[in-house]
């Protein structure tokens, strides 16, 4: 029997939420596109004015998952919602439940927290995930699209 646990991530996890951000790029064909360092995530999770949180799953004590999520906020419900930014089990580790047990702690945080919605994308092709959300009773949001400034055009417009 597995011991899936979930935990607040503490700054010592910095080099496991590395690795985790690693394979996950790899998983999503994305691995070149890693920019960050131990000292990015130290500094924009675990510093006081950090606005971005992470949580760690561990079973039987040994770190297999980690999600990172922040909080936005809905103008038309006039409350914040939680947004989950990653959520990564490792390979070896996946169907036994803990990436069900993730989405259920932070379920349970977005709820604490009254927010009104708990939100979160994925890759078009993920089909695994996909109907994994699905089967737990999220819904797609077919209708928006993603729009993204980013690095030299960031900058370029922002100047």
Known sequence: MNNIAIREALVED?????????????YEKLEDEVRTSISDIESSLFS???TAHA??????????GFA???YN?????GK??????????????????????ILKYLAKLAVSKNCGRFEWCVLDWNEPAIDFYKSIGAK????????????NELEAFAG
Do not use: H, M
């Open 80 to 101: 914040n919602g939680l947004y989950l930014e990653d959520l990564y089990v490792s390979r070896e580790f996946r169907n036994i439940g803990a990436g069900k047990a």
């Open 73 to 77: 906020y809905s103008t038309w419900l």
């Open 55 to 64: 949580i760690i799953c561990e079973v039987n004590g040994v770190p297999i």
């Open 68 to 70: 990172v999520y922040f």
């Open 48 to 50: 006081p004015q950090s």
């Open 140 to 151: 797609p949001q077919d209708e928006w699209v993603i729009y993204r400034l980013a690095g």
């Open 14 to 26: 910095t080099e496991i939420i590395l690795r985790f951000i690693t394979e996950l790029a790899i």
